[in-house]
């Protein structure tokens, strides 16, 4: 029999050739005219990056996988109205964090109680130097915090973003963003002891 | 300034925006108190930590398919157009609808499906193909280790065929398109309503409730689901199991589908859920070995076997499910023994087993 494995394995995480950052203005001229294969040049330079801040907001492989593939059908549906005001990439991970936080917001699906998990085999997957086990641990940690304080610490901690714009996509003011990033902080200290 | 106000500031003093005076009064209480300067040494390392990680993760699956496929089948975005101009640009669509579908209608007007090859070079009985090809009724499309293959499923969705996989064309009318798949794996992305898209298999039938999932069957006969969107119904005979979004389950030729389990169940719970499912005198120690692996994230998977264990030992299976995920209020460990119909079906929405409308859920 097929082994469970060998099939997550089947569909592969191949990446084709992905393009170069000098070729994005012409990627998105072309996706904008529709050229799917353009589209689709776009999609691989950009999806680890968007997979991993889903992964990271939702704990939850099933619907990081879901959400990346929502975000990128948002892009293909809104990229003609992209003006190249701010960066392609700044642009598509705004689109990704609201669409994580729309659907965190509207669409708390049963399945998530039972579902939910910290998938470590799913953080392996991205090579880093800093030690493995000790990102690891890390990720598992924030895995575990809850939905607010990990929205919080990701897009603080990690992805570098300011209170007040966090405050403006949770619509919480932003002395609730910095106590939020006050416990997260405080329950990963004492996980990581 | 005294601890508790150190403590206070320290968020700020790692993050960099302290005012120059709070800065200089922490800096004040970290010279005389050790215990502060450990918690913001170990405050800066997580924020370093944190800021070292990896700002790409590669997905454990090529999530691209599903991004086409649905782009593939949105209109292009509106515009607003005066009246005048909209009933102009209808028009122009109309006709060009018109040429489109009398060129495709040329190309196509044979029965079947379109299959291209995504690697080497596929099969359609002895054929091999190297560009668009149709499938009739009755068809083989085989790969072989060099080959893929993609199969629009009429106007309902794709299918795409990984290598060493035989399937047939079985046939479409308006209210089922039917493939049987011999050997080897198949990943379907469905979008029309429930019921419409059958796989059979020497095991079971797979039939699609909205949704994607992966198939395979192995040289015996022997397959396995997994369901990454919505919902896929295994049907053998009297038997029908839905397995949701997220879980898997096996199915075995002259058997049937087992009992759907989580995608990341641990490899020791899934050795005993087969024990359990086609190894009927092993099933006793397989419900030993399932209870004391379970997590609460094989909640469904308990809650299948309620009713496929003897009455003797569904205490037992009540017992770890409630502990994992406690029953509603009306669901009592009586009713559940007894086999309540109505108790049961309560737990499984719970569970998130009646989650979509057009998905009812037909029990093990």
Redesign the interface.
């Known amino acids: ?2 082994h ?1 494995d ?10 084709t050739d992905s393009p170069t950052p000098a070729d994005e203005p012409h990627l998105i001229r072309r996706a904008q005219q ?1 050229d ?1 294969a353009a ?2 040049r776009l ?2 330079l950009h ?3 968007v ?2 801040l889903c ?1 990271r907001m939702t704990a939850n ?2 619907r ?3 959400l ?2 929502t975000a ?2 948002a892009v ?3 990229l ?2 992209f003006r190249g005001e701010s960066a392609f990439g700044s642009w598509l991970h705004r689109l990704a964090v609201n669409i994580v936080l729309m659907d965190m917001r509207t669409a708390r ?3 998530e ?3 939910s ?1 910290c ?1 470590l ?3 392996e ?6 030690h493995a086990s ?2 690891l641990d ?2 598992q940690a ?1 895995a575990a915090l809850p939905p607010q304080a990990r929205i919080v ?1 990701v897009l603080h ?4 973003w300011k209170h007040a714009e966090i405050a403006t996509h949770l619509g919480i003011a932003t002395g609730t963003a ?1 106590t939020h ?2 416990h997260a ?1 405080k329950h ?2 004492h996980a ?1 002891q | 300034m005294n601890c508790t106000e150190a403590h206070a500031s320290l ?1 700020d003093s790692v993050d960099g925006t302290l005012s120059p005076v709070e800065s200089l009064a922490l800096d004040a209480h970290l010279a005389r108190c050790p215990r502060c300067r450990e918690a913001l040494a ?2 800066r390392a ?2 370093d ?20 496929a ?3 089948a ?1 209109p ?2 509106s515009r607003r157009l005066t009246l005048p101009l909209a009933l102009a640009a209808a028009a122009v669509v109309v006709l060009v609808a018109i040429g489109a579908w009398s060129w495709q209608h040329r190309a196509t007007r044979q029965p079947g499906w379109t299959v291209a090859p995504l690697a080497g070079t596929p099969h359609v009985g002895a054929t091999p193909i190297s560009g668009d090809a149709r499938l009739r009724p009755g068809d083989w499309l085989e790969t072989d280790d060099a080959s893929r293959a993609r199969l629009d499923v009429g106007a309902i969705g794709e299918v795409r065929l ?1 290598a060493n996989s035989r399937v047939r064309f079985v046939g479409t009318a308006a209210n089922q398109h039917r493939l049987e798949l011999a050997r080897g ?1 198949l ?1 379907a992305l469905i979008w029309s309503p429930p019921r419409l898209f059958f796989v059979d298999t020497p095991a079971a039938t797979a039939i699609d409730l909205g949704c994607a999932y ?1 198939l ?3 040289a ?1 006969g ?3 689901v ?1 369901v ?2 919505g919902y896929v119904a295994l049907e053998n005979g009297p038997r029908t199991v839905v397995v ?3 879980m ?1 389950c ?1 199915a075995r030729r002259g058997t049937g589908p087992g009992t759907p389990f ?3 169940a641990s490899p020791a719970l ?1 050795a005993a859920l087969d024990r359990f499912d086609f190894h009927p005198a092993e099933r006793t120690a397989a419900l030993d070995e399932i209870l004391r692996e379970s997590r ?2 094989d ?2 998977t308990l809650w299948h076997l309620l009713s496929q264990v003897p009455a003797g030992r569904r205490g037992d299976v009540f017992d770890q499910l409630a502990a994992l ?1 406690p029953p509603p209020e009306e669901v009592t460990r009586e009713g559940i023994l007894r086999a309540d119909a109505v108790m049961l079906t309560r737990w499984a ?4 087993l009646i ?1 979509a409308s057009d998905a009812p859920y037909r029990g093990p």
Not at chain 1, 125 to 130: C, D, E, F, L, Y
Not at chain 2, 49 to 68: K, M, N, Q
Not at chain 2, 349 to 352: M, P, S, T
């Open positions: 029999m097929p469970v060998e099939i997550a394995a089947l569909p592969g995480s191949a990446v529709r799917a589209f689709e999609y691989r999806v680890r990056r997979y991993a992964l492989v099933v990081a996988e879901e990346t593939q990128f059908i293909w549906d809104r003609p109205r699906r049963r399945e109680r039972i579902f998990t998938d085999p799913a953080f997957r991205a090579g880093v130097p800093m000790v990102r890390l990720e924030i610490f901690d990690i992805e570098g910095k990033l006050h902080r990963l200290q990581l | 968020d170990s405050l997580l924020r930590a944190a800021a070292s990680l990896p700002h790409e993760i590669t997905p454990g699956r090529d999530l691209w398919p599903e991004i086409v649905a782009t593939a949105r292009a975005p990984e794996t990943h992966t395979a069957v192995d015996e022997h397959g396995i997994r990454t969107a949701p979004a997220g898997m096996a989580a995608a990341d899934r609460r994230e909640s469904v995920h929405g719970e569970l998130g989650a």
